[in-house]
């Protein structure tokens, strides 16, 4: 009989890490794939995975790859499907039918006589498996997007010439229904690709091992808190017998090059389980200083890296080795059940970030995750939040590597999310993804937390309870939560989190005045929250909305928010206009829209740090970036254009930071470092538009380690216009400026019909008004700047000063590609947006990779909402401010 191995297990290898493990064979495949329909190509499964069967005209691919990514990959299509409604183009017959994805290989001569593994990470969504013309598991077998399959190639291995491969992927059903597929799912995110990403998501391999082979190692830490003098580490791993008869194997460990360690082990045929090295056992594991991964604020992210090997008739098998985290996550509950608290090496940490989504076709690229992952940083986020869409190595290496945290779990909305309609196929596919996310995952130095539901505990009790035996026996080493939303599991509990919105505008008052705690205040922890839209810049949009249908209420801007509820940006816009002035032009509704972004996220995210420990302990934004280009839910958008909300929210996590708090009109600091700060200056200043200073005050204060503080209110100021601007900076006792943050503010403040609040939003009842920003006095600019190239990239440093006499109102830089030429992207910008008072100077920094800039000579442009034209400097220049209607 073949011999189908069905692990659940996931691939530990990334396509860096060859190079670690020169003993092993370990051959992905990547490249030299090819794909067909089957309708085009209806030729027999056992011919198709033939080696001398004719591909000519099919496509050639890279896997991981969907149908439609392979299909875009080879420009089968003559138009942009980012471009207007022009997804919905893509829809074709075959989509709905199976698609083959072939490819030959060949073993070196070394690996002749080896057992050989073939291992498929991520069928989305079922699949039957041919090699060299024999079907070596069907799609009864071979279900799920997240699960790890190994399947024993060596009775049909072609050791001396070449072997071909053929898996024959069928997309998944409706699985944003109750009773689909568990698949991926997007709910109302955006619209879905029309063959549902069906494809392989992820790696393909083939592993020779002698035997036995060994996987999976697990690195987990406990300290005799609160000391870190000591790390008590435990090592695990999986050992497999790949043969019929019983082997016995020495399996040996090595963490960096100092710490090793082996013992014996027998298996009997067949047999797979776990080794453990304990530090009761091996003196050696017991680490005297060790070398700790933190998150980023609190110290350096270090990383060790284990090895384990596996030696038969003393002969080396395989080894497997990665990096690990020295660290020790755990949670409580505080707040009467209502917050959890998460809490690394002993210390509490608030938690602030957003939440991932991958590419709308599922595709990778290095590069492009490292400069999401650098954005992410450089906001000063510590957490990014994955709802279900489970990334590759690279991804979580790179968490690993900044210091950012990462939740994950099973998704919403649809079929995952209803447990009580799998039949028992479903049910066996969701409990093999889990183990073999569990295996996969364990070790991720990033990983703090997984929940096993999302907008509600599992429904079926016992499919929780089977879910929290797998992780048990797999040594899940951080928290577990039933669910990202406030409700309470029959199996576990409360999570102390809470998912109630919202997702819709808000105006920045909002976060401070939720009395109830039924909604979106600065309490608990907040899986997923956001005021709604993030208008992209005039020029990102576009390149993805046809000029002559650039307004709100286009078919084509709706298309590209989201579904459902949020299909449209029509309480955003009311907003726009109520607080800031109608609009008629494109280019002034954009320009207004930064501003509107900048204060809703920045205040969000400043009341959850205000308030951190007290009644709030995390929040999560919905969302961090867009699948495809989109109107709502993102920080930074599908171009890498960093605008208003990304500006907003880097600004509200300054590390050190100053801000005003809106309910209480107050001045305050928080401190996200572990350290204390003493002897700081803080200055408020309020400012007339015309430029005229109406009250200052400074104080002096210290903060401790970690912790926020409320300084003082602001008084009753006479002669304020009715919009007026508030500007306040922090100092260090050096004198060394951390932190400068501007507020424009009105004597009509925003108010809330909190009785119509519903589980998205809470509807405005009055506006703020800040029309007169429209009309602001002029005021004039000088830029000067000087440039460093160093290696691969160059750095600007650029000095604004406001040479005029009244306020200079939300100052934007950009980086072009020569004068008059696209933004370059991606970019970073020690600060953006930003406001000036009077004879005021500010430094930004602006740093970017060579080849984005194209060969070109780049010109820094800046403007202001009320600059006047004063020509240029150097290759720099100035725009028109706020633009006209």
Not at 662 to 682: C, D, H, P, R, W
């Amino acid at each position: 009989m073949k011999k189908i191995l069905l692990l659940s297990v996931l691939t530990l290898l990334g396509s860096g890490a060859f190079a670690q493990r020169k003993e092993n064979f370990n051959l992905l495949l990547k490249e030299d794939w090819q794909m067909q329909s089957t309708v085009t190509a209806p030729a027999a499964a056992a011919e198709i995975s033939k080696e001398k069967f004719d591909t000519q005209g099919w496509y050639k691919v890279s896997v991981p790859s969907t149908i439609l990514a392979g299909l875009l990959a080879n420009h089968v299509y003559n138009f942009d499907p980012f471009m207007g409604k022009n997804l919905e183009k893509l829809a074709d017959p075959k989509l709905d039918k199976p698609w083959w994805f072939r490819r030959e290989f060949t073993l070196p001569a070394a690996e002749s006589g080896k057992n050989v593994i073939l291992r498929v990470h991520g069928i989305n969504y079922k699949a039957n498996i041919w090699f060299n013309g024999v079907k070596i598991a069907d799609s009864t077998k071979v279900k799920g997007p997240y699960r790890m399959i190994d399947l024993d190639l060596t009775k049909y291995m072609n050791y001396t010439g070449a072997n071909t491969l053929a898996i024959e992927v069928l997309r998944p059903f409706a699985p944003n229904k109750r009773d689909g597929d568990l698949a991926i799912d997007y709910a109302d995110w955006i619209p879905y690709p029309q063959d549902y990403n069906g494809g392989i998501i992820n790696n393909v391999e083939i592993r020779t091992y002698n035997k036995v082979g060994v996987k999976f190692p697990l690195v987990t830490t406990d300290f005799d808190l609160p000391s870190l003098a000591v790390a008590h580490l435990n090592v695990d791993a999986q050992v497999t017998n790949y043969t019929n008869k019983p082997q016995d194997a020495v399996i040996k460990g090595k963490i960096n090059e100092n710490i090793s360690f082996e013992k014996k082990v027998h298996l009997l045929a067949n047999e797979s389980k776990n080794v453990n090295f304990s530090p009761a056992e091996f003196k050696q594991l017991n680490v005297k200083d060790p070398a700790i991964w933190w998150p980023w604020q609190y110290g350096k992210p270090n990383l060790n890296r284990i090895e384990v090997s596996a030696v038969v008739d003393k002969k080396l098998s395989n080894s497997v080795s990665e990096n690990f985290g020295i660290r020790q996550f755990t949670s409580k509950i505080i707040d009467d059940n209502q917050s959890r608290e998460f809490i690394v090496n002993g210390k509490p940490i608030m938690l602030r970030g957003a939440a991932w989504s991958p590419d709308i076709f599922q595709r990778r690229s290095p590069e492009r995750q490292e400069q999401e992952m650098k954005l992410v940083r450089d906001m000063n986020m510590n957490i990014v939040r994955s709802e279900g869409k489970m990334e590759d190595d690279n991804f979580y290496d790179l968490c690993d590597k900044y210091g950012l945290m990462v939740m994950n779990g099973w998704m919403c909305c649809g079929t995952w999310q209803h447990p009580e309609k799998w039949d028992a196929a479903e049910r066996n596919v969701a409990m093999a993804s889990d183990s073999s996310v569990m295996y996969w995952l364990r070790n991720k130095a990033s990983l703090f937390v997984w929940l096993n539901g999302s907008d509600m505990p599992p429904t079926d009790t016992s499919v929780e309870s089977d879910y929290l035996k797998i992780e048990k026996q797999l040594k899940w080493p951080n928290p577990l939560l039933a669910t990202a939303n406030e409700s309470k599991s029959k199996v576990s509990g409360y999570s102390g989190v809470k998912m109630a919105g919202p997702y819709e505008w808000v105006p920045p008052i909002y976060w401070e005045t939720d009395a109830t705690k039924k909604f979106g205040g600065t309490y608990s922890f907040a899986t997923e929250i956001s005021p709604g839209p993030s208008i992209p810049p005039y020029e990102s949009l576009v390149k993805f909305i046809p000029k002559d249908s650039l307004n709100v209420t286009s078919a084509d801007w709706n298309y590209h928010c989201g579904t459902g509820s949020f299909g449209t940006t029509k309480v955003f816009t009311k907003a726009l206009y109520g607080r800031y002035g109608e609009t008629a032009s494109i280019k002034n509704y954009v320009a207004k829209a930064q501003a509107q972004n900048y204060e809703a996220h920045r205040a969000m995210m400043e009341a959850y740090g205000l308030n951190k420990y007290q009644t709030a302990t995390g929040v999560v934004q919905w969302m961090l970036s867009n699948p495809w280009p989109g109107i709502i839910w993102h920080t930074y958008d599908y171009y890498l254009y960093p605008a208003g909300t990304y500006f907003g929210m880097k600004k509200a996590m300054e590390p050190l930071h100053v801000l005003y708090s809106y309910k209480g009109n107050e001045v305050a600091i928080i401190n996200s470092y572990l350290k204390t700060f003493s002897g700081l200056k803080v200055k408020a200043d309020v400012y007339n538009p015309d430029g005229s200073n109406k009250f200052t005050k400074t104080v002096t204060a210290d903060i401790g380690a970690d912790a926020s503080k409320r300084l003082f209110a602001l008084p009753a100021i006479a002669g304020l216009s009715d919009t007026y601007l508030l500007r306040v900076e922090l100092s260090d006792k050096n004198g060394e400026t951390k932190s400068i943050n501007w507020y424009w503010l009105s004597k009509k403040g925003d108010e809330l019909n909190w009785k119509k609040s519903n589980w998205f939003t809470t509807p405005q009842s009055a506006y703020a008004d800040y029309s007169a920003l429209q009309s602001l006095p002029k005021t004039k600019l000088s830029v000067n700047q000087s440039n460093k190239v160093a290696g691969d990239s160059t750095s600007y440093t650029v000095t604004i000063k406001n040479a005029g006499s009244a306020v200079a109102f939300f100052v934007h830089l950009r980086a072009l590609k020569g004068q008059g030429g696209d933004d370059i992207l991606p970019v970073i910008f020690s600060d953006n947006y930003i406001s000036l008072a009077p004879g005021e100077s500010r430094v930004i920094k602006c740093t970017y990779a060579n080849k984005n800039a194209d060969g070109t000579k780049p010109y820094l442009l800046t403007s202001a909402w009320n600059v006047d034209v004063a020509g240029s400097n150097g290759d720099s220049g100035f725009e028109d401010g706020l633009p006209k209607e």
